[in-house]
């Protein structure tokens, strides 16, 4: 008997068993970088709960909640939703664009008011990339995979929500969205020889994208970055205020709330996208070093799980979420470190934002459906739509 005909009877049938399936060290790790995340929010407040630190633990509370939720639901379900999902999304994409309701907020225009609430469809439009991409790659060979004129769908998938949050413009979002997608893509077993041209047409259009695709203000950025001295009081000080933050807290930080740079509000978007330079002067390198381990650890048990799952949706569905986790973690490090242009990408969970902690939360819900359903096989064709 296979491990598929063992484990099947009844065992993904009741919520206990389900329970006793779920990856706990993973939701461990998420409780702990939170945690750590609405400590500092309370710290940067000056030792007051609000206006960010209990907002931030109470709606993370509810998304642990949620996350547990959807751990129980099983993959066919996700299977079933992947094109409905990504097809809403965009379609709320394209409403921001072409609709009164867009909203602009932060000199983009990237949420959608619909009156009672605002939401940032692009943000979960990562979401809905990996799944429709995972249902793709599900009912079609490794030879289309590798290397087949069928990858142009996938590729357009990938590249019309990208165009149309970068128009927004949404720099930050529109980068996870391309980067996503190509790690999935990457995952699925694209060529290699595919990825050398890619990469290839990539250095060349880049440049030129920066120098006449962008607005002024994007560009800015990203000159800023190669050269933050040039403006120290305008374009350069974010940069210049984060490399102070981390560079002062040195090896053992200034002590909890002892922070200068963040305390006197020297350093801009302290609680968000700048969160990670207040660990640093705060509790110096091995506090950043503890938040960077945490992170790995979730992303290496994450990998994990996306290969020991039986369904080849599972397999990548699993590794795109995660891939999208870590690419937050390494564009915002990257940014905060003075190594990437500032892109307003936050540091998942440490740093305060609903949609961004939502997006991270369902994926991670995805995520442990996946271990707990490992050993469910998802048939191909169309059969489930």
Known sequence: MTASALTRPGERDRISSKITELDWRIVGLLCVIAGIGGAMQYSIAGGHWQPWAADHLVRFGVLVVIMLGLAMVHPKWWFRGAYPLYGLLLVLVLMIEFTPLGYTAGGARNWLNLGVIRIQPAEFMKLGLVLALARWYHNHSAEDARWS??????????????????????????????????????????????????????????????????????????????????????????????????????????GYGLGSQSQLEFLPERHTDFIF???????????????????????????????????????????GMTGFFALFVLINGAMVMGLAPVVGVPMPLLSYGGSSMMTVMIGFGLILSTRVHRYVELPKGHGLF
Not at 198 to 205: E, H, K, N, Q, T
Request: hydrophobic share 55%; aromatic share 10%.
């Open 149 to 254: 004129w069928k990858l142009l769908i996938p590729a357009g998938m990938i590249g019309v929500p990208f165009l149309l949050v970068a128009k927004q413009p949404d720099l930050g979002s529109a980068m996870i969205i391309g980067l996503t997608g190509a790690a999935v893509m990457f995952v699925a077993g694209l060529s290699w020889r595919v990825i050398a041209v890619g990469g290839a047409l990539a250095a060349a259009i880049v440049p030129l994208f920066v120098m006449f695709g962008m607005h002024d203000y994007q560009r800015n950025r990203v000159l800023t970055f190669l050269n933050p001295g040039a403006d120290p009081s305008g374009t350069g000080y974010n940069i210049i205020q984060s490399k102070i933050a981390l560079g002062s807290g040195g090896f053992l930080g200034k």
């Open 277 to 319: 330079s207040t660990v640093a002067e705060e509790f110096g390198f091995i506090g950043s070093f503890t938040v960077l381990a945490c992170y790995v650890a979730v992303i290496l048990i994450a990998l994990r799980i996306a290969s020991l799952a039986h369904s080849h949706f599972g397999r990548i569905a699993a590794a």
